[in-house]
């Protein structure tokens, strides 16, 4: 679900030219025999000799000669095999190459040495037996809603195979309306369309992908009382505007058509019928009809080759400059008079879903947990998302296998896992999740997620428990194009594309920033509503990646445009081999609580600034109102309607977190410098307190959540991390008291404000705990 154009992560958000990213990659590749060869962001990292996090220093010395072995075990070749195998035909929820798929995996996890079983839930799935986007006001037109077979695609053929372009868990319908253009159809392009006096009641909505996940777009236009909505393609954002659009290049061309789910994720994931529970034989369901995370209007995505003659017949005001995309037009706001029809029937099926399990017990500590997964659907042929990352979590399965008959056993129960249906919405993870919750709450250590990945930049995102764990992994990681470490390739990146404070932190900070997670991949079960804490990572930032979720996601393009030598696919072998095997093996669950303190505190000054900002802006625009200046915009040619008075910001009593944030600050402290400290002992710290430690670190991040969830959506249930509910995959912070910030809902936030400041505590007091054991270990 992920896209792989971009690092994951790393410090802040990358916005950069692709020709600025491609020129530093080059510049970098030459320069390599002049850098070191190791990254000197920390003195700890930067030492091979140094201690690694959770490890003793012998233990260190014996997980960094294993690690080697690991790296020479790695064989390229298989990701090359296991892609033509797995990408060779579309393997969408259902179809009989994803069941040969789960089965083929099964069997090479079988050969291997794990335990291996394929557990199978049944979910609703729709598939479209009527798709119609026609206009019928000024010039009649019909959508070919097709994607051609190009000859250079050898699978883009494979049309009865194929699912055809829709969005997942759409309203069925027939509705027809006047047209209104509102660019990304998020909520502030509403108040943009508003302040023109345009009101998209009883209209179909015209939105480009971009801006936000998906499914917020028809959501929120629902909310404005649109009656349907098509989704497009712009070129601005991933066609010929971005690079040569394919096959002479990597990016969409006029007829490529994006798929995806439009479930309402902010609200749960998983099987719409079974929120919480297991979509086992027997669960009871609620009627599909009655699902909340079912759209409430007809949505349909189009290629912009669909799009454009609807565009063209637009009249009305100009779109502002922001919200022109690249086609030779002019694009008009509407209402009309292109006038269209939009009419969607789906077959209801109950789909099997195939989660391949494959598991290998700890030597010493089987009850604990480290599980690593990929999801292996698609929608359609689906080469970088999920293959890409699929065929590396095979290999590296196969090289732990390798390590372990060779006498080199985790310490701890690794569980690979093979998600299915993660394009409908999370699917396999979510209900997989739902249906081990209990056992999972009490074992699982950490869950490492991967998704698509490509050529370029390590990038990593998730519990900020994990950040300088991460970081010391990203120093022993060669980057394959330049020979120097892939932290210290990243670094170069960013003192070129970062935004000031990352640049500022790249000579101050030891560690670099790892993002924090909202949704959009199978991570979310387990962090967001387990509490488990997690990573997700890969590679990624130098493929032409303009193909996701059409019929050319396939081999041949990925081949020529992303990994195209699969040594990126081999490198992500090494990373997440280190990462799944240092926390298989460490003494102590490598988790530091600086990083998160730190963080979390931003978190908080973030939301202060927040409402500082809301209560300036919000004085401003009254005393604009007050002194009859309305007409925000320069140009005069624009005539826009007075805004409404806003109610005045409050000044919100933050005191209860900041007393909190300061006791997490604390504990934090005096637990690294405790394990700092157990780490140079000369004896190892007794079992028993050893496993009295590890308990209580793998329950830290579970602290941070509640039973009774967020506000209106009690199935998340962390207060540090979760999708906006009107971003979507876009992650918020302290997310109770945000949301009710942004929202304006003052009587809510300050509640929030206690009870968040309730988790922390939670949160700080485990840590003192687990501090207090190591000191006297």
Known sequence: ?????????????????????????????????????????????????????????????????????????????????????????????????????????????????????????????????????????????????????????????QKDAQLPTYNAYSAEGDVSGQVVYVNYGIPEDYDELARRGIDVSGKIVLARYGGSWRGIKPKVAAEHGAVGCILYSDPRDDGYFVGDAYPEGGYRNADGAQRGSVMDMPNYPGDPTTPGRGSVDGVERIPIEEAPTLTKIPVLPVSWADAKPILEALEGPVAPAAWRGALPLTYHLGPGPATVRLALDFDWQLAPLYDVIARWPGSELPDEWVIRGNHHDAWVNGAADPTSGMVAVLEEARVVAELAKA?????????????????EGLLGSTEWAETHADELRAKAVAYVNTDSSSRGFFGAGGSHSLERFVNQVAVDVTDPDTGVTVDRRLRALLRVVGDPKTQAELGSRPDLRISALGSGSDFTPFLQHLGVASLNIGYGGQGDYGVYHSIYDSIDHFQRFMDTDYSYGETLVQTAGRITLRLANAEI???????????????????????????????????????????????????LLPPERKEPVPYLAFAPLQNAMAQVQEAAARYDRALESA?????????????????????????????????????????????????????????????????????????QIEVTAGVLRAFAERVDAAAVLLEEG
Not at 141 to 148: G, N, Y
């Open 1 to 157: 679900m992920w896209t792989s154009s971009r690092p994951l992560a790393a410090s802040a958000p990358i916005s950069a030219p692709a020709a600025l990213v491609a020129a530093l990659a080059l510049l970098l590749t030459l320069l390599a025999p002049a850098l070191p060869a190791r990254a000197q962001s920390s003195q700890e990292a930067a030492e091979p000799s140094a201690p690694l996090l959770g490890f003793t220093a012998a233990g260190s010395q014996a997980q960094r000669a294993l690690e080697e072995r690991l790296d020479a075990l790695v064989e390229r070749e298989h990701l090359r095999t296991w892609m033509e195998r797995l990408a060779s035909q579309p393997h969408h929820v259902g179809s009989p190459w994803d069941r040969e798929n789960a089965q083929f995996m099964a069997e090479l996890l079988r050969s291997w040495g794990y335990q291996v079983e394929i557990e199978e839930f049944r979910v609703p799935f729709p598939v479209p037996v009527a798709r119609t986007v026609e206009m019928i006001e000024p010039t009649p037109f019909t959508a070919t809603l097709e994607e051609p077979t190009l000859p250079e695609d050898r699978t883009s053929g």
């Open 407 to 423: 006498g080199h056993p985790p310490k701890r129960t690794i569980i690979y896992a093979a998600w299915d249906g993660e394009e």
């Open 589 to 639: 669950v490598p988790m530091r609580f600086g990083n998160a303190a730190e963080t979390y505190a931003g978190y908080l000054d973030e939301l202060i600034e927040l409402t500082d900002t809301m209560r300036q802006e919000t004085e401003a625009h009254n005393a604009k109102i007050d002194d009859g200046v309305w007409q925000l915009v320069d140009d005069p040619k624009e005539t």
């Open 679 to 751: 780490a140079n002992r000369s004896e190892p710290l007794p079992a028993e307190a050893r496993n009295e430690i590890n308990r209580l670190l793998r329950g830290t991040e579970r602290t941070l959540t509640r039973d009774e969830g967020l506000p209106d959506r009690t199935w998340y249930v962390h207060h540090v991390y979760a999708p906006g509910f009107y971003t979507g995959y876009g992650v918020k912070t302290l997310p109770t008291v945000r949301e009710a910030i942004e929202q304006r809902r003052w009587a809510e936030a300050e509640a």
